[in-house]
């Protein structure tokens, strides 16, 4: 029985976990985080904080059983192995890693183990990004055929992982990282049993009746859990039946995020650019103009109710409704002339879920320029956005006071006329379409 590491990554948890099951076949498993600067830096206080949270949470459920989490921080494909070297491990074992910085870091650090094998076993998705292909054998560009094929694939039952029956080993670890100040941002409690509450207190909630309601604050909030890992989709969907409609409804919700896994996986540079490049030459305004709309919109004072509520529920609590979502990025494409690169941007830094794939392929499907046949005609209006989900307006109360309440401060007139942005946006599509792009 040879001892082997686990470096854990995106799958923060100790149930359901395929790699700690084949670490665990082979004999002792040393539990490892690195601290990757390449991901800590550009990352946000809010996903930092986050992930402290959680790490801390994982080194307390390892304490259960053994010595602890073993942090240390560096470029992996020296840290990783120094301490093969160091503790003799015969085996590294990982949870796949499909995104375009860790598909090249794993094959890095690959490469540096040399004759000890990194060893993939499961992801963070219920079906591989890759495994679900088109009948010409190539990766799927829409949705719908592709949510049919990787619901007829189907996936593994949640594994049956035993931290209590696993022989943890120790080495000397370094000490996480001070969380940042986010003192003002209310941030869901971290760790796989928090997810695993959540989860349990959440299902059977009549999904399709709430969720494109954000004032009635009934939708799942497991995005976080399920971008640190500390809850398997798979556990989800084994909790789901699809014979049921807000089951139903509610697993789609979840293929959505493994197309974009999947369509990130097949365009790796779809990360940073245009999906649709032919839409690369819309205009956009640039400049201080650029900076000045772009600076209403992220502290919500555009003057538009259910925008700004939208951007400051982000600041405050790290998370928006994903409906909300949808309406503050059209608006800022579409009625504020900004580049979506802008917004999915600042998405990154303040979402405790932020995901590459889900956020940057969602601006782009709103921008127009993603994975979508014919998007250029759908732009929201935010006042009827408002009326139709917010009906009462207590979201919009909610995070703008000083509607109601004019003393906490004068609340801004809008910064720009919805119906002449509309116009004037699709007046570029048009433009655009009739010249090629």
Avoid at 95 to 122: E, H, I, K, N, Q
Avoid at 154 to 169: C, I, N, Q, T, Y
Avoid at 367 to 393: L, S
Wanted: aromatic letters at 10%; a negative charge; proline letters at 8%.
């Amino acid at each position: 029985m040879s001892p082997s590491i686990l470096w854990f990554r995106r799958d923060l948890r100790l149930g359901d976990h395929p790699a700690l099951l084949a670490a665990a076949a082979e004999g002792p498993v040393l539990p490892l985080f690195v601290i990757d600067p390449a991901l800590w830096g550009p990352s946000g206080d809010v996903r930092r904080a986050f992930l402290l949270r959680t790490l801390r949470a994982l080194d307390a459920s390892l304490r259960e059983h053994g010595p602890g989490l073993v942090v240390r921080s560096g470029r992996p494909e020296s840290v990783v192995p120094a301490l093969v070297a160091e503790v003799g491990a015969q085996a590294v074992h990982v949870s796949a890693d499909f995104g375009p910085y860790g598909a090249a870091r794993d094959a890095r650090v690959a490469d540096a183990l040399d004759s000890v094998p990194l060893v993939p076993t499961g992801s963070p998705y219920a079906v591989a990004p890759g495994r679900v292909l088109t009948g010409d054998g190539g990766p799927y560009k829409v949705f719908t055929p592709f949510h049919k094929a990787w619901a007829n694939h189907g996936w593994r039952a949640p594994a049956e992982s035993d931290p209590a029956a696993v022989d943890w080993l120790g080495a000397p670890s370094e000490e996480l990282p001070d969380e940042p100040d986010v003192s003002g941002v209310d941030l869901p409690e971290a760790g796989e049993a928090a997810a695993r509450a959540r989860w349990e207190a959440w299902r059977g909630t009549p999904y399709d009746d709430v969720r494109d309601r954000p004032d009635l604050d009934a939708t799942s909030r497991l995005s976080p859990d399920l971008r640190w890992g500390t809850l398997h989709p798979r556990t989800i969907l084994a909790g789901l039946d699809a014979r049921r409609h807000h089951d139903a409804v509610f697993r789609k919700e979840l293929a959505w995020r493994e197309f974009y896994a999947h369509v990130l996986h097949a365009w790796p540079d779809s990360a940073r650019e245009y999906f649709k490049p032919e839409l690369q030459g819309l205009p956009y305004v640039t400049g201080r103009e650029r900076d000045r709309r772009l600076a209403a919109w992220t502290e919500g004072r555009t003057g538009f109710p259910i925008v700004d509520a939208g951007m400051r529920q982000l600041l405050a609590e790290g998370w928006m409704h994903n409906r909300v979502r949808m309406i503050v990025a059209s608006f800022l494409v579409k009625d504020l002339h900004v580049e979506w690169t802008h917004g999915a941007r600042h998405f990154m830094r303040h979402l405790v879920d932020g995901d590459l794939a889900s956020n940057q392929h969602n601006w782009q499907w709103v921008a127009g320029c993603g994975t979508d046949a014919a998007p250029y005609f759908r732009i929201f209006n935010p006042t009827t956005q408002g009326r139709k989900f917010d009906p009462d307006g207590a979201y919009v109360r909610r995070w703008i006071p000083e509607l109601t309440d004019p003393t906490l401060g004068e609340y801004p007139d809008p910064i720009v006329d919805h119906a002449e942005q509309r116009a004037a946006t699709l007046e570029a599509y048009q433009l655009l379409r009739r010249h090629g792009g």
